[in-house]
């Protein structure tokens, strides 16, 4: 089982930026895959960015060029840096990793930083 804790959030104005973090309760060297979602109310989640367990990233088309998302390792953790932020970037922000298994993988969802961005 993993815990996560994500922190970083607040109020910030367009154009500014913020850092999430995400800490795990154990390694997370094995985890295959580690993204951070964001939700609106009325709206499913939606994936903003990935890394897997090799470095690998991919991003959605809203934040290519403004977020970036890196993981260390050593310190069980997941950034998700955002740049050049906007008013639609607004919502609660999840972090979740996906934990390999002999079965079948696992998720892991943190509960949440909520990201105010105004305009």
């Known amino acids: 089982q993993v815990q996560l804790v994500e922190s970083g959030g607040g109020l910030v104005q367009a154009g500014g930026s913020l850092r999430l973090s995400c800490a795990a309760s154990?390694?997370?060297?094995?985890?295959?895959?580690m993204g951070w979602y964001r939700q609106t109310p009325g709206n499913e989640r939606e994936l903003v960015a990935g890394?897997?367990?090799?470095?690998?990233?991919n991003y959605a088309d809203s934040v290519k060029g403004r977020f970036t998302i890196s993981r260390d390792n050593a310190k069980k953790t997941v950034y998700l840096q955002m740049n050049s932020l906007k008013s639609e970037d607004t919502a609660v922000y999840y972090c979740?990793?996906?934990?390999?298994?002999?079965?079948?993988?696992?998720?892991?969802w943190g509960k949440g930083t909520l990201v105010t961005v105004s305009s």
């Open positions: 890394i897997t367990s090799n470095g690998i990233t």
């Open positions: 979740k990793v996906v934990v390999p298994t002999p079965l079948h993988d696992l998720d892991y």
């Open positions: 154990r390694s997370i060297f094995s985890i295959r895959h």
